[in-house]
């Protein structure tokens, strides 16, 4: 390994942020952003197949047994992020990319063999391991690599990319989970072969990508992140066909840090940056608790109050999806243009200003499972942009050293304290029967999304434009300006 002197000078986050959008940059998004396909399609086919597992004849799955699949997966998600996360900052985001993406493909593919509650279980825990870890160094690898006046609607848009998994999800359970398509208890294994599939593939197409600079610079390793720079400039001349821009400002220096101790995280998160870790948690924890309290168990919803067969959960997926998606896709480039705090605190209120009005139109019958979706669709156009966002104000707010487990640390807290219950949560509401009850939890999740608006509006990070550098130092960086029109900050 090539080992910089203790103290360097050097210019390639200026470098990365003044590029163009190219070949190399569509390369990122689409090899690492898979993530986040993967997830929405395993979401979405355990969400799909509710029905499926509690009429299979081996299985018999009641309720709460479902509602108990979705929090294995989202504690295993959690533990994963944790453990990868730590990996990513100490070992570096590529090698993690091939480790977490394996462990994704294996377990999933396990999960097809299932026999009983607790092996389905024991798969989904450590297929949401691998997809927690996918989160953790894959979004630190994302913001490391994409230019600073891209990077709101790169974030927005590959974060919404969840939601063509579930659309692919919707649309495999419409194929193969009808009566008569496969045998009984074969079409739900079928469709996990699915996710393992993409993952074998995606795995194949990472070799191209090289280790983030950002991350070798910070370790010493400048002369092999000078490498790496080069050859990412010559591939975005090659593919626009002139000179790239002299970067602007001054050079970074810094000292040569090869591994960032505990010491370091909690100082960082609990007294340099101890109100974005607050505004993080308070993002992080309202956007679980919404999505996987509803989403969890939308099919629950559609077949005990509205008759939805499971065969036919697919369809109603399909519209959900696209509202999913459609939202950071079309409000992200106002996260760059607009700003940060405006963009975020009004997706938070507007998802649980909605949600008031959607649940009480739930509760007084006037919905049919055609509205509902189509409500759902509406909110969701919000709530996914809002979702989005907690992932981007994690991975550009904390120094790079520490990112990786920094995003780890935060999913893993406000999943478990959003998301880990919420599926049981709402299962038992929902297997109550009561709409009263519903009511109630679809009201505690609006109250924390329009908390979190209000934390936002307070304490929000106007990070839009500027770089990683200069919205959080690295802990190595020697005091000098990063950038004179975007002097370093150390606050809030």
């Not at 995606?202 to 370790?219: A, Q, T, V």
């Not at 938070?348 to 509205?371: C, P």
């Not at 990112?403 to 999913?411: D, H, K, L, S």
């Not at 029967?433 to 609006?446: F, K, N, S, T, V």
Request: contains cysteine.
């Amino acid at each position: 390994m090539n080992r910089s002197p203790e103290t360097v000078e050097t210019a390639i986050p200026a470098r990365l942020d003044r590029l163009p959008w190219s070949r190399f940059h569509w390369l990122v998004v689409s090899t690492l952003g898979i993530t986040w396909i993967l997830d929405g399609l395993e979401v979405t086919v355990v969400g799909s197949i509710a029905g499926a597992l509690e009429e299979s004849p081996l299985l018999r799955f009641t309720d709460r047994e479902v509602g108990g699949i979705g929090s294995a997966y989202i504690l295993g998600a959690v533990l994963g992020a944790l453990l990868f996360g730590f990996l990513a900052d100490r070992l570096g985001r590529r090698k993690l990319f091939y480790v977490t993406l394996g462990v994704y493909s294996v377990a999933t593919f396990a999960t097809a063999f299932a026999w009983d509650f607790w092996s389905f279980a024991a798969f989904r825990f450590i297929t949401g391991a691998g997809i927690g870890g996918e989160y953790a160094a894959i979004n630190s690898a994302i913001q490391e690599f994409i230019p600073a006046r891209y990077r709101g609607r790169t974030d927005l848009a590959i974060n919404g990319s969840f939601w063509v998994g579930a659309a692919l999800g919707a649309t495999a359970t419409i194929v193969l989970l009808p009566s008569g398509v496969l045998p009984p208890d074969i079409g739900w294994r079928a469709l996990f072969a699915i996710g393992a599939l993409l993952g074998l593939v995606i795995l194949l197409l990472r070799r191209f990508l090289p280790e983030s600079p950002r991350w070798l610079m910070i370790h010493g390793r400048l002369i092999e992140a000078e490498l790496v720079v080069e050859g990412i400039e010559r591939q975005v001349i090659a593919s626009h066909g002139r000179a790239l821009p002299e970067p602007q400002g001054p050079k970074m220096r810094l000292r040569a840090r090869h591994k960032s101790s505990l010491a370091d995280l909690l100082h960082t998160l609990f007294v340099r940056y101890r109100a974005r870790t607050a505004l993080g948690l308070s993002l992080m924890t309202a956007q679980a608790f919404f999505y996987n309290a509803i989403f969890f168990t939308y099919a629950l919803v559609l077949a005990k109050f509205y008759g939805v067969a499971s065969g036919d959960v697919g369809w109603y997926i399909l519209p959900f999806a696209f509202g999913n998606f459609m939202g950071p896709l079309v409000l992200g480039r106002f996260f760059d243009t607009v700003g940060r705090k405006p963009m975020i605190a009004g997706t938070y209120a507007l998802s649980g200003i909605l949600l008031v009005g959607v649940g009480a139109l739930f509760r007084l019958g006037l919905l049919d499972a055609a509205s509902q979706t189509l409500a759902w669709s509406v909110i969701f156009f919000f709530a996914s942009a809002a979702a989005s966002s907690a992932y981007l104000t994690i991975s550009e707010s904390f120094p790079l050293e520490i990112r990786a487990m920094a995003i780890a640390i935060f999913y893993a807290l406000g999943t478990a304290l959003g998301g880990v219950a919420a599926p049981w949560f709402f299962a038992r509401l929902i297997e109550s029967g009561e709409r009263d009850d519903i009511l109630a939890g679809y009201l505690i999740a609006a109250a924390l999304m329009v908390a979190a608006a209000a934390v936002e509006l307070l304490i929000g990070v106007p990070a839009e434009g500027r770089s990683l550098e200069a919205v959080a130092p690295p802990l190595a960086a020697v005091p000098c300006p990063v950038d004179r029109a975007n002097p370093p900050d150390s606050g809030p």
